[in-house]
């Protein structure tokens, strides 16, 4: 009596903690507890994949470095002919004068000592000298350019309110990104594919656009184009302007951005600050080029270009355009966020309805109480009272499978529904050894209780064998598994050690109550 005593502790104790955990989820909001996560194909939702133009990251720090080589020969007052970034990963540089080309090379070897010569042609008074990244340089700008992106992937997405997001690396240059529950489904693509490459660049007041526009693009200028939407007429206006190539000041320096309201024309626009350094680059900017205009450029489009007035110091600028308050508040969250480090593009986009997933849980549901009822009804049929125990085990199984759920934060499947329904069939399966066993004590003539404490001994390693080896693949499938094969494994997983303890220890206790407390003679099994 005091063995069962103290199994009935430890089951009680189990099934109250499983329905404090399951009881928020049919409900919301008592115990404070938290609902079982549903994913992507019950809930409806965004499934996206990702692919980052690595490339792009390793041009963007060679042409750093086309800018940091040429500042360093300005201040050193080392003459050159030419010094650009060509053929996407390269820079050409040409030095004329022995004494420069002399310079040229001493600074080269002690500020830019990682840069590899890829090819040299020297005279007495002539160098010509392409340079680039060395490969393993390379290949680590574009691994840090994947983890980079997807961390500020993920930051948009919590800013953006996504519950239970699912955010993960797929290969090299891939991410994997599942939005359950979302609706505005382009809204989020343009939060997620926006590169957000926020720079303060001079106007070139100096060049002429329409030369510029038949191809004679002064050297160290781009075009880029100011755009501007009529909201009444939907018509939308590109005025070119040619810009300074050199950023001033890019958002890497950013410390805040958030949405303010002109208090003039009430009008939405995006306050930023910056951090000291920043903001004292920006006085240092606005302070040089009074009365000369200052391109704000966003992802290689000129937001505005207003008329430096005088110093600007404080380390707040504002982001002015057509905006709505949406975009607003949209253009200060991927601010807040971070710019990505490369520009990305979608592979493969699918979009889950809400109704469809409503769909699948109600067949899924009906799929299982299918199966339970028809499990049930075998196993009292067959094993008549013995079944009995088997099916209230059973019952507890389900149960204790939601209540892991629910406390680990697990996220609910299609395929973790056919999880657990596989999970019903393998708890009865336990119980069927032991009944079998438990028969074959009785037929050699043992008493119920001998019958009983024989087929338990017996038939327990088998069961612990083969659910511990279930136990192993669902593991293994969650420690590599993506998307539908995680969930499988993870209702798998929590489905063995609910069998396990509702055949071993629920079911013992229930033939340990009736044989020593109720005394009874006789099985029906």
């Known amino acids: 009596m005091k063995n069962i005593s103290w199994r009935l502790f430890v089951i009680l104790a189990v099934i109250v903690t499983a329905v404090i955990y399951v009881l928020p989820t049919f409900k919301p909001g008592i115990l404070h507890g938290k609902q079982i996560n549903l994913g992507l194909d019950l809930q409806g939702g965004m499934h996206l994949v990702l692919e980052v133009d690595t490339d792009k990251a390793v041009e963007g720090r060679i042409e750093r470095l086309v800018h940091e080589i040429r500042d360093l020969l300005k201040k050193e007052r080392v003459r050159y002919r030419t010094l650009e970034r060509v053929s996407g990963t390269n820079i050409t540089v040409k030095i004329l004068g022995q004494k420069n080309i002399n310079e040229f090379r001493l600074l080269l070897d002690k500020e830019f000592p990682d840069i590899r010569i890829e090819n040299e042609n020297a005279t007495a008074e002539t160098l010509e000298m392409v340079l680039n990244l060395p490969d393993k340089e390379a290949d680590l700008i574009k691994k840090s350019a994947t983890d980079q992106a997807l961390e500020t992937i993920r930051n948009r997405i919590d800013q953006f309110g996504v519950s239970e997001p699912d955010i993960r690396r797929q290969g090299e240059r891939r991410i994997l990104i599942q939005l359950p529950g979302i609706s505005d489904t382009q809204r989020a693509k343009d939060l997620i594919g926006k590169t957000a490459l926020l720079e303060f660049k001079l106007v070139d007041e100096t060049g002429d656009i329409a030369a510029a526009l038949e191809g004679n693009v002064p050297r160290g200028s781009e075009i880029l184009y100011l755009v501007r939407e009529d909201r009444e007429t939907n018509r939308v206006t590109k005025t070119p302007m040619l810009i300074k190539k050199r950023a001033e000041l890019t958002g890497a320096s950013l410390t805040d951005a958030r949405v303010q309201i002109d208090s003039q024309y009430n009008d939405p626009y995006v306050g930023i600050k910056f951090d000291k350094k920043g903001g004292r680059i920006f006085a240092q900017v606005t302070g040089r080029n009074i009365q000369k205009r200052l391109a704000i450029v966003l992802d290689n489009k000129v937001h505005s270009a207003p008329v430096i007035q005088d110093?600007?110091?404080?380390?707040?600028?504002?982001?002015?355009?057509?905006?709505?308050?949406?975009?607003?508040?949209?253009?200060?969250?991927?601010?807040?966020?971070?710019a990505l480090p490369a520009p990305v593009t979608i592979l493969e986009e699918r979009t889950v309805g809400p109704s469809l997933g409503a769909d699948s849980i109600r067949t899924g549901l009906i799929s299982m109480l299918v199966g339970g009822i028809l499990v049930v009804l075998f196993m009292i049929v067959y094993y008549k009272g013995a079944g009995l125990?088997?099916?209230?085990?059973?019952?507890?199984?389900?149960?204790?499978?939601a209540g892991c759920l629910a406390a680990f934060q697990a996220t609910l499947t299609?395929?973790?529904?056919?999880?657990?329904?596989?999970?019903?069939?393998?708890a009865v399966d336990a119980?069927?050894?032991i009944f079998e066993r438990i028969r074959e004590e009785l037929s050699l003539g043992k008493t119920p209780w001998a019958a009983v404490d024989a087929g338990f001994e017996r038939a327990t390693w088998t069961i612990?064998?083969?659910?511990?080896?279930?136990?192993?693949?669902?593991l293994v499938l969650f420690q590599f598994g993506t998307g539908p094969v995680k969930g499988f494994a993870i209702t798998l997983f929590c489905g063995v050690l609910a069998s396990l303890f509702t055949a071993l220890v629920v079911s013992r206790a229930i033939f340990n109550y009736f044989l020593i407390g109720r005394k009874i003679r006789s099985l029906s099994i």
Do not use: C, Q, W, Y
Request: hydrophobic share 55%; proline share 1%; charged share 15%.
């Open 311 to 338: 110093k600007i110091s404080g380390g707040e600028a504002r982001i002015t355009g057509s905006f709505t308050t949406e975009e607003a508040s949209d253009l200060a969250l991927v601010l807040r966020a971070g």
């Open 389 to 401: 125990i088997a099916d209230i085990a059973l019952v507890l199984n389900i149960l204790l499978i």
């Open 414 to 426: 299609l395929p973790g529904i056919a999880g657990i329904i596989l999970t019903i069939g393998m």
């Open 431 to 433: 119980n069927v050894l």
């Open 464 to 474: 612990l064998d083969a659910n511990v080896t279930t136990g192993i693949a669902a």
